[in-house]
């Protein structure tokens, strides 16, 4: 079974700031591991994803991700934030199949002037 | 091409009736997913079909929810006598295939209040 957890439901940073939203996953089969963005009153699309290839993962919109198994983690990272960031970001784990995808609780991002 | 659709966009319904609510994914992909996103909550998952195979119905909340895919493409999900609880976002996505890998192409969701 699979399980995600997202530390800071709420998450400030000033533009031009880095960003930082944690990704801690459960697993009892090797993960694959995704990033989505809501942007407001829009569905989900994907940022990212690690499916076992190289464990530093580059997104759209210039985030990244590093797989670490040791930590059981897979942190989002943007150098520098931009006002245009603001959104929900949520934390995916999926085993081999389909249906075990599982979602995190996801992460509210704030971008202050 | 065209991505995931859903509708309608926004449902407005009086507590006890029954509603219906349809997805139509992405031309060729196998398996389909519904989610519940709660106000200020996370994507609860509902059920998902994959291909022709029976659907796993573990994540719907009670016999009230059910959901059919026809000729293994649109999806209808039907609440019956609705609850004011029942109310939230409700959310399609549709994969190429039904690997753990796959990307899931998310609709823009139905917005669903019940009086």
């Known amino acids: 079974a699979q399980s995600v957890t997202q530390l800071g439901s709420h998450v400030s940073v000033s533009e031009g700031a880095l960003v930082l939203l944690r990704c801690n996953y459960s697993?009892?089969?090797?993960?694959?591991l995704f990033w989505y963005v809501q942007y407001p009153n829009q569905g989900l699309q994907l940022l990212l994803k690690y499916t076992s290839a190289a464990t530093l993962v580059k997104g759209i919109n210039g985030f990244e991700a590093e797989f670490k198994k040791s930590e059981t983690s897979f942190h989002l990272t943007k150098p520098s934030a931009h006002m245009s960031d603001a959104a929900e970001y949520f934390c995916?784990?999926?085993?081999?199949?389909?249906?075990?995808?599982?979602f995190g609780p996801g992460t509210r991002l704030s971008v202050l002037p | 091409g065209a991505g995931v659709s859903q509708s309608p966009s926004n449902k407005v319904t009086e507590k006890g009736k029954d509603v219906e609510l349809r997805c139509d994914p992405i031309s060729g992909h196998t398996a389909l997913y519904w989610y519940r996103q709660s106000l200020g909550q996370g994507l609860e998952f509902l059920i998902y079909?994959?291909?022709?195979?029976?659907?796993?119905k573990s994540g719907l909340p009670s016999d009230r929810f059910s959901a059919e895919r026809t000729g293994g493409s649109v999806s209808t999900l039907t609440i019956q006598r609705t609850q004011q609880e029942d109310s939230a976002v409700y959310l399609c996505?549709?994969?190429?295939?039904?690997?753990?890998?796959?990307?899931?192409?998310f609709g823009p969701g139905t917005r669903l209040t019940v009086l």
């Open positions: 697993s009892s089969v090797p993960p694959y």
């Open positions: 995916a784990v999926s085993g081999n199949y389909g249906q075990n995808f599982v």
């Open positions: 996505a549709s994969s190429q295939t039904t690997g753990g890998t796959d990307t899931q192409y």
């Open positions: 079909f994959q291909g022709n195979s029976a659907p796993d």
